[in-house]
């Protein structure tokens, strides 16, 4: 039998969770929405290393004037290709001894760059850590698309090009977008954490207060997916055998979004069995209170 994979995607977002492990957040250049500054605030502070993408500084330093940045920790690092941070914003961040680091190859973008450089970090201390995007799923289209992308560079059980994995037969700049592997990696958007469930047995935790009830199983990156469920108001079903008469997910086929956790799921556990790697989303409800 495989491994049952665990995720509880509301514990980071709960700062009175003892369930929550250390974790990386890689801040992009999305706007914060108003209803979830706190949410944002509790991932940035609780986060063991703080990685921001180039112009996402910008938007941190607008955050933070506007919350009283005093009580704000400083990120760790400030990386990308430097080609949208400000002037104002550079000297701000220098003055508190910010380290601002320019990657320049076109190969890779500055989430990938973070990333990487997330990787370094975790090679001197001998830890890998549990990765928190913020932002990512909202404005354009082809970025958002990019973030699912490296979602699935990152999820175990997510097959990826073997050229580019192994680094044969191909130009060392090509090499620049490879990340690792690791066991969890989510996305939080302004309306939902996203995450990538490779092929094998997941079992997801949602507290309700923090998590809504929306929530979809998306076969993108997959020709199909046989998918079986448990927790959910309109489970799908897979046989053991995988014949015909399961159910099978693609484009162009049967998608399952728009679903909800079921109703008298009031543990917000939900299970997931797949043949090939699909996203999970689920809804964020608005803070409980302002920041």
Request: aromatic letters at 6%; proline letters at 5%; hydrophobic letters at 35%.
């Amino acid at each position: 039998m495989s491994e049952i994979r665990t995720w509880d995607l509301s514990a980071v977002l709960d700062p009175k969770s003892s369930q929550r492990i250390p974790y990386a957040l890689v801040l992009l250049n999305t706007p914060i929405s108003g209803q979830h500054a706190l949410a944002f605030y509790q991932v940035w502070q609780l986060a063991e290393i703080r990685l921001v993408a180039d112009g996402a500084a910008n938007m941190l330093l607008d955050f933070m004037q506007s919350h009283g940045h005093k009580s704000f920790k400083m990120p760790t690092r400030i990386c990308g290709d430097m080609d949208s941070i400000t002037d104002h914003t550079r000297s701000f961040f220098e003055a508190q001894h910010v380290p601002i680091q320019r990657l320049s190859s076109q190969y890779s973008t500055d989430l990938q760059k973070c990333i990487q450089q997330l990787e370094a970090e975790e090679d001197s201390a001998h830890i890998q850590y549990d990765l928190l995007i913020f932002g990512g799923l909202t404005g354009r289209l082809d970025q958002t698309l990019h973030t699912l992308h490296v979602l699935w560079q990152l999820a175990p059980g997510a097959p990826v090009d073997d050229i580019i994995s192994t680094g044969k037969n191909v130009a060392e700049e090509h090499k620049d977008g490879r990340l690792r592997k690791r066991p969890h990696a989510m996305v939080l958007s302004d309306t939902c954490a996203t995450c990538m469930l490779g092929s094998g047995q997941h079992v997801l935790q949602h507290n309700r207060t923090i998590l809504g009830k929306s929530c979809g199983i998306l076969p993108l990156g997959a020709s199909s997916a046989h998918i079986r469920t448990e927790g959910l108001e309109w489970n799908l079903s897979m046989y053991t055998e995988l014949t015909p008469a399961s159910q099978k997910s693609s484009l162009g086929g049967f998608f399952s979004t728009s679903n909800h956790l079921a109703p008298d799921n009031e543990a917000g556990i939900v299970s997931i069995e797949t043949d090939a790697p699909v996203y999970w989303t689920v809804e964020l409800k608005p803070d409980a209170e302002p920041l």
